[in-house]
């Protein structure tokens, strides 16, 4: 069974920071772009960042450019999100999907982790 | 802040039609193909169309996607409960270089 995991998510306060992770199994980890949308509370969806298979392209949106790192190790079939410089805006559930497009142009994110949430706040 | 619009809600009886469309520019929609992500209550989103019209396995034929220039629409044949959902469109956005999602659309079950 094709699976991704979220971790690391939990309360901070501005300006600080915290560091998600995503477990995979059941897929060759190393073949497909991983990436990372969130949802604020009663929001849609916001894409966050995309790494491609070898970690050699990283894309992320304007709102975290900056203050946001994507990685992964396909060693572990891990992808992980740093996150820095933290503000109230961005406390969301953050997700990590599989990209099994061909190409950055061909969205197919699944199967999506049950996600992992962020609370920013004093 | 969302790029493509979306109608915000959209309800019919049980066993009707529902289309959904998504409005983007030639930025996004317009040169870039459409996925469609559907979201039950309290759930995680999964991928309901991709390629603007192809449903990956294990998706109902009941769902069904076309793009036409800058907009694609969703259209949800024999309407059942369990629909209800938020669904929201996707696309790569040239001019970001990112992906875009639409506003999301409310789908009730009258």
């Known amino acids: 069974e094709i699976q991704v995991v979220e971790s690391g998510g939990g309360l901070v306060q501005p300006g600080g920071s915290l560091r998600l992770s995503c477990a995979a199994s059941?897929?060759?980890?190393?073949?497909?772009?991983m990436t990372w949308v969130r949802q604020a509370p009663g929001k849609g969806l916001e894409w966050v960042s995309s790494?491609?298979?070898?970690?050699?392209?990283?894309y992320y949106a304007d709102s975290v450019k900056g203050r946001f790192t994507i990685s992964r190790d396909n060693s572990k079939s891990t992808v992980s999100l740093q996150m820095n410089s933290l503000r109230v805006d961005d406390t969301a559930v953050y997700y990590c999907a599989k990209n099994s497009g061909s190409y950055w142009g061909d969205n197919r994110f699944g199967p999506w982790g049950q996600g992992t949430l962020v609370a920013v706040s004093s | 802040q969302s790029v493509l619009t979306q109608p915000p809600s959209a309800s019919e009886t049980p066993g009707q039609r529902v289309t959904i469309s998504c409005s983007g520019s030639?930025?996004?929609?317009?040169?870039?193909?459409v996925s469609w992500y559907q979201q039950l209550p309290e759930t995680a989103p999964r991928l309901l169309i991709y390629n603007s019209n192809q449903r990956p396995s294990g998706v109902p034929d009941r769902f069904s996607g076309s793009k036409s220039g800058t907009s694609a629409s969703l259209v949800i044949s024999g309407l059942q409960s369990d629909d209800e959902a938020d669904f929201y469109c996707?696309?790569?956005?040239?001019?970001?270089?990112?992906?875009?999602f639409g506003t999301g659309t409310t789908v009730t079950v009258l």
């Open positions: 030639t930025s996004n929609i317009g040169n870039n193909p």
């Open positions: 059941g897929f060759t980890f190393g073949g497909y772009a």
């Open positions: 996707a696309a790569w956005d040239d001019g970001l270089s990112g992906y875009v």
């Open positions: 790494i491609s298979r070898f970690g050699g392209d990283a």
